[in-house]
């Protein structure tokens, strides 16, 4: 990509230790994520980006999809709970019911499987205001949006939706930055460019064998569970990358040009443990005050009594 200069290759070992995870943690602290997507004809994608995100730490996975779709996405996996959404497409009536079950999530994924259209991308543009969580968008997503409308968001796209995304934007390459505004953007290919107005980095490295269809949604996944669990958009976009293509590599001297985006899902476990990214720790995190008001009231009124 012309205009830019100083890429930095990211190292594995920087991965030790990524996210922490606490021994006094409750349902919901490693994140939530809600997921928008999965058009019938790509019903896999959702469940793909749903399973890599579970693989990847998160506590739970919530896929908001039409209904005909969402019923098949239960069948592929008791792990994932799904929002039947009424009708065959995702449609204007649905957008109170996803911004109402954002504000649970602590992070939404769209795009998955969502199809690309005028009517979409006009969809797009009214939800996004609606959903005050962190944000990350698969490719669908990704070229149909306005940078604009983004806050902190982590983008997804290979050379060719890159493109269509310049083209929505009407801008070039040297216009990149300003336009991301504080936005991360991650363009996909043999080597995973991670640009962002704080500094770009190369992430190499993977297996050739990952175009196949699926690896996007999975890539996707592993960035919203990371950014569900440590709060920053560039480091989240930056280790999905870096795990994705050591699953690839992984696969790739087991199975050579025969794996599936599926066997990157069942693969991740392994792949984090051996790159040591969960950290344990055993401090107790410090009660909400809103949490603590509470219980010194009870014990006080039992006191009382």
């Given at each position: 990509m012309e205009g830019l200069e100083g890429y930095v290759a990211l190292r594995e070992k920087k991965l030790r230790g990524f996210i922490e995870k606490n021994i006094h943690f409750s349902k919901g602290d490693a994140g939530r994520i809600l997921i928008i997507g999965g058009a019938e004809r790509y019903v896999g994608a959702a469940v793909l980006a749903g399973l890599a995100a579970l693989h990847s730490g998160v506590d739970s996975v919530m896929i908001a999809a039409p209904e005909t779709s969402a019923r098949l996405m239960n069948a592929f996996s008791p792990d994932l709970v799904t929002v039947k959404l009424p009708g065959d497409d995702l449609a204007d009536a649905h957008l109170r019911i996803l911004a109402e079950l954002s504000e649970n999530a602590s992070v939404v994924l769209i795009g998955p499987g969502m199809g690309v259209s005028e009517e979409r991308k006009a969809w797009l543009e009214r939800l996004i205001p609606l959903i005050h969580a962190p944000v990350v968008l698969d490719a669908d997503?990704?070229?149909?949006?306005?940078?604009?409308?983004?806050?902190?968001?982590?983008?997804?796209?290979?050379?060719?939706?890159?493109?269509?995304?310049?083209?929505?934007?009407?801008?070039?390459?040297?216009?990149?930055?300003?336009?991301?505004?504080?936005?991360?953007?991650?363009?996909?290919?043999?080597?995973?460019?991670?640009?962002?107005?704080?500094?770009?980095?190369?992430?190499?490295?993977?297996?050739?064998?990952?175009?196949?269809?699926?690896?996007?949604?999975?890539?996707?996944?592993?960035?919203?569970?990371?950014?569900?669990?440590c709060k920053e958009p560039i480091a989240a976009a930056q280790a999905a990358c870096i795990v994705a293509k050591k699953a690839a590599e992984r696969l790739g001297e087991s199975h050579g040009y025969a794996y599936l985006a599926s066997d990157m899902v069942s693969i991740l476990p392994t792949v984090l443990k051996d790159l040591r990214l969960f950290r344990v720790t055993k401090h107790e995190p410090t009660p909400s005050k809103g949490l603590l008001t509470q219980f010194k009231k009870k014990t006080e009124k039992h006191a009382k009594e």
């Open positions: 997503a990704t070229k149909q949006i306005r940078l604009v409308v983004l806050e902190r968001a982590v983008l997804f796209a290979n050379k060719k939706e890159y493109e269509q995304l310049k083209e929505t934007n009407n801008f070039s390459d040297e216009h990149l930055l300003p336009n991301l505004g504080t936005n991360v953007l991650v363009v996909k290919g043999k080597e995973d460019l991670v640009l962002s107005q704080k500094g770009h980095r190369l992430v190499k490295g993977g297996h050739s064998r990952a175009t196949v269809s699926g690896t996007g949604d999975v890539l996707a996944g592993i960035a919203a569970a990371f950014y569900a669990q």
